[in-house]
Structure formats: C-alpha cells, structure tokens
C-alpha cells in the first residue's frame, strides 16, 4: 500500500446518500473539517497523526523493513522469520511472564521508532512539494455519502486473529468478540481540493483534484489496548485500497459506495 498523500497524487448497515445523514456521519463530517487548516498549510506530517492507527502500524512496520531489507526476497524472507519468533512466543507454554514482558518490551519500542521513521517519510514529501512551489488554495469537504457499521478488528501484532491465546495474550475480552460488541463505524467523504504549482515555464497551473476521505471511528471493543482510540475520528485517504479496509473489517460489505473521483485544470487567477 502506497503512503496515503490526498494532497499529492493528481454485520453492516449502510446509510444512503447524502440525504439520509446519520448523527455520526455529521460528527465525522465536522471533525474532517476541521482538517481544512492543516491541509492547506502543505505541512504532511499531521496526516501520520490522524490516520487509523492499526493501517498506521501497518505503514510503519512496512516501511520499516522495507528500508532494512531492500530486496523484497530478503524482506518477505525476514517479515516470516519475525512472525514465527511471535508465534512460537505466544504458543510456547513455557513462556515465562517476564520473558514475555521483555520481548512485548523491545517490540514496542521498535513499533515507536517505525512510527518516528514514518512521520518522517511524510514530512519530508511535505517539504518536497513546498519546494517545488505547490500551494494548497482550498479545501473542502462535502457532506457524507455512504456509512457502515462493521465489527471492530482484534488487532493481534499488525495482523487479526481470533485465536483464544491470542486475545487473552493481548488482553481482549473473548466473550466480548463473541457477544459481537466490538463495533467500528466507517463515513465515506467526498473531498474537493484546489492547489497550484509552477509549469516548466515558471507560469502557475491550478489544479482541482475530486476524491473522498474515509473517516474511521471504533465505537466498542474487546482490546484493552485499543480502548485509548475509542470515539475519536481517524482518517484514510482514496489511496487506500477497500481491500486494506477489509483485511481489518472482513465483513465490510463488497460493493462499498465511493464517490467518482476526477483531476482538471483551472483557468488562471
């Protein structure tokens, strides 16, 4: 999955189109507008801080092993060594608390310098476009038009599982999963952004770009881990894949409603 750059590259229940605008919708609607300033100043790195936190962990730990491991062999080679080491972690009966506890240890401290080396990344495109002249004229977003109601994921180490050891490992509530009680709420936005940059003649080209935000809030969960994200809107833009959103939330419905999406010039100020 590419770095999600809206600024840059040219059980469920659906609510219908924009007439039918659900209280949660209008929350998720007003919290990406308040967006609108961040966005405008080109400054990137806040997109790090208000995307989805388990596709931000997946982001970080890719990016990762992709600047330690070059060659994508190598990389997947390395990616399965990790996951058996957790694994055998986790299904070892011999695991000490304190054995456990120290590689938990060491694996949240390479989580926090994954996000560090993410936020980075961002801040450097950030810097990039502002170099190359690129500014953001306006940006707006336009009121919800579609929304679902999907089980929240039980986010095991970057990945789902529903494993009983699993859970417990990870402090989730297994009667909680099966009772249904984790739930997640995903608002489709659509997104119209106006920015100008400098032709190879050094004359400025305005641009309108159409495209849609999805804004994520999880509402109930069994994952104790999770609970400090409960009720607060998080954000994904159209470069990311319906299919990543279902590896979180598998029973997200597969005819999800997006907004069309275009590029087109302006005339000159």
Request: charge should be positive.
């Amino acid at each position: 999955m590419k770095p999600c750059v809206f600024i840059l590259s040219a059980a469920c229940c659906c609510v219908a189109h924009a007439q039918q605008v659900s209280p949660a919708s209008q929350e998720a609607w007003q919290a990406a507008r308040e967006l609108t300033g961040a966005v405008r100043t080109g400054d990137m790195s806040w997109m790090v801080a208000k995307m989805y936190p388990p596709v931000k962990r997946m982001l970080a730990d890719e990016l990762a092993m992709q600047i330690k491991y070059p060659d994508s062999v190598e990389r997947a080679r390395a990616v399965e060594r990790q996951s058996q080491i957790r694994r055998s972690m986790m299904d070892d009966r011999q695991t000490t608390k304190a054995a456990w506890e120290k590689y938990r240890k060491q694996e949240l401290a390479n989580m926090a310098e994954n996000d560090k080396a993410l936020e980075a990344q961002y801040r450097q495109i950030g810097e990039k476009l502002k170099k190359q002249g690129m500014t953001v004229e306006s940006f707006q977003v336009s009121a919800p038009f579609s929304e679902y109601l999907v089980v929240a994921p039980s986010v095991i180490g970057g990945g789902v599982s529903n494993r009983k050891d699993d859970l417990a490992r990870e402090g989730v509530d297994e009667s909680r999963v099966e009772e249904g009680k984790a739930q997640s709420r995903i608002v489709v936005l659509p997104t119209t952004i106006v920015y100008s940059a400098p032709d190879v003649d050094g004359n400025r080209t305005r641009m309108e770009k159409k495209s849609y935000l999805f804004a994520i809030r999880d509402e109930r969960t069994a994952n104790e881990s999770a609970k400090a994200r409960l009720n607060k809107w998080f954000f994904l833009d159209a470069s990311t894949d319906v299919k990543v959103l279902r590896s979180f939330f598998p029973d997200l419905p597969l005819g999800v409603r997006l907004p069309s999406t275009s590029v087109r010039p302006l005339p000159a100020r």
